[in-house]
């Protein structure tokens, strides 16, 4: 069955909808844009916005197998690219015979059989076409950054003893980054940008309805306009749409009629998730839910 090629940023965007992903206006651009160049694309924005989740849903609509690097300090090519299976090598070579010479030995333990297969060397080898996610890609050092370029601007791998690995097909690559530390100019220039940033009140309002629509639509509202009311605050980490998916399990869960004071302070560690930042919520925020007789009651001088 040959894949899904979207001809129009609208197709791509109902394709999204789909499976399930809302898309904004550019993130639809910039998906069709990618899988029409073949250029990466760089998504850049918070925490919980919805990056990682765009490029499992654009492999759903693609049809297209996800193959995921997840970064982390430290993380080297023998993790990310490929390494040899020392054991499997060694386990060969107690099996030759005494007067096999080196020549015989190299060529027996450098095939592709002795080679552990990772995500980047995955994506590049497959025959079918994936969707390459590299998530996270500010985890790393520039070093690794470097090797990345290379592999993402020829999309092949030189391995010294086997030769040039070269991709048979095009992969869709999406690069997410939290933004935590800021990416050398040389791999921004390589690929598109897309920067995700918190939903608008509309946006996140269908999205929470779309992963809770048993969540009556007046509450989903309320709890989408608090969420946007918290995260104009100053705080440590902002309640992302993760957060708004969660709040709304969970007030399902409880069976919660409203959200009101009460119900607020109970449930509100589900969106924030700071010691001081619970302080400043409850005050500025909690006191915003309480019903209006009782704030009248509340500015009365004590008798
Ligand atoms: N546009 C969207 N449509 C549907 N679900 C979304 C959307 N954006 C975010 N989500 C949901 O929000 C949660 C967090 O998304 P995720 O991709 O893990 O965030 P990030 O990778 O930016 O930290 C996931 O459960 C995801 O399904
Ligand atoms: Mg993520």
Same mark, same amino acid.
């Given at each position: 069955?040959?894949?899904?090629?979207?001809?129009? *940023?609208?197709?791509?965007?109902?394709?999204?909808?789909?499976?399930?992903?809302?898309?904004?206006?550019?993130?639809?651009?910039?998906?069709?844009?990618?899988?029409?160049?073949?250029?990466?694309?760089?998504?850049?924005?918070?925490?919980?916005?919805?990056?990682?989740?765009?490029?499992?849903?654009?492999?759903?609509?693609?049809?297209?197998?996800?193959?995921?690097?997840?970064?982390? #300090?430290?993380?080297? #090519?023998?993790?990310?690219?490929?390494?040899?299976?020392?054991? &499997?090598?060694?386990?060969?070579?107690?099996?030759?015979?005494? =007067?096999?010479?080196?020549? =015989?030995?190299?060529?027996?333990?450098?095939?592709?059989?002795?080679?552990?297969?990772?995500?980047?060397?995955?994506?590049?080898?497959?025959? /079918?076409?994936?969707?390459?996610?590299?998530?996270?890609?500010?985890?790393?050092?520039?070093?690794?950054?470097?090797?990345?370029?290379?592999?993402?601007? =020829?999309?092949?791998?030189?391995?010294?003893?086997?030769?040039?690995?070269?991709?048979?097909?095009?992969?869709? *690559?999406?690069?997410?980054?939290?933004?935590?530390?800021?990416?050398? #100019?040389?791999?921004?220039?390589?690929?598109?940008?897309?920067?995700?940033?918190? !939903?608008?009140?509309?946006?996140?309002?269908?999205?929470? %309805?779309?992963?809770? !629509?048993?969540?009556?639509?007046?509450?989903?509202?309320?709890?989408?306009?608090?969420?946007?009311?918290?995260?104009?605050?100053?705080?440590?980490?902002?309640?992302?749409?993760?957060?708004?998916? /969660?709040?709304?399990?969970?007030?399902?869960?409880?069976?919660?009629?409203?959200?009101?004071?009460?119900?607020? %302070?109970?449930?509100?560690?589900?969106?924030?998730?700071?010691?001081? =930042?619970?302080?400043?919520?409850? #005050?500025?925020?909690? *006191? &915003?839910?309480?019903?209006?007789?009782?704030?009248?009651? /509340?500015?009365?001088?004590?008798?």
């Amino acid at each position: 069955m040959p894949a899904t090629s979207p001809t129009s *940023v609208p197709e791509l965007a109902e394709g999204l909808r789909s499976v399930g992903y809302l898309p904004g206006e550019s993130t639809a651009l910039v998906s069709f844009l990618a899988t029409k160049l073949g250029k990466p694309v760089l998504v850049e924005g918070p925490a919980g916005v919805g990056k990682t989740e765009l490029a499992k849903a654009l492999a759903r609509f693609l049809d297209r197998r996800l193959v995921r690097l997840q970064c982390y #300090e430290g993380l080297d #090519e023998a993790k990310a690219l490929y390494e040899w299976n020392y054991r &499997k090598q060694l386990l060969r070579i107690q099996t030759e015979s005494e =007067d096999a010479g080196w020549q =015989d030995v190299q060529g027996d333990i450098f095939g592709e059989e002795f080679l552990l297969q990772r995500p980047l060397m995955t994506a590049i080898a497959s025959e /079918d076409p994936v969707v390459l996610l590299i998530d996270e890609i500010d985890k790393t050092d520039q070093e690794f950054e470097a090797m990345l370029l290379e592999l993402l601007s =020829d999309f092949q791998i030189s391995i010294p003893e086997l030769g040039l690995i070269a991709a048979r097909t095009q992969p869709v *690559v999406l690069l997410t980054s939290n933004n935590t530390r800021e990416l050398t #100019e040389a791999l921004k220039r390589r690929c598109l940008y897309l920067w995700l940033d918190y !939903p608008d009140l509309e946006h996140e309002l269908q999205i929470v %309805r779309l992963h809770s !629509p048993e969540l009556e639509e007046t509450m989903a509202r309320k709890l989408v306009e608090v969420v946007h009311m918290v995260r104009e605050l100053d705080l440590k980490k902002p309640p992302s749409i993760a957060e708004s998916i /969660d709040w709304a399990r969970a007030l399902l869960l409880l069976g919660a009629q409203d959200i009101d004071e009460g119900t607020f %302070r109970s449930t509100m560690s589900v969106i924030v998730k700071h010691r001081t =930042d619970l302080d400043i919520v409850a #005050e500025r925020v909690g *006191v &915003k839910l309480r019903p209006a007789e009782a704030v009248a009651g /509340d500015a009365r001088p004590a008798a």
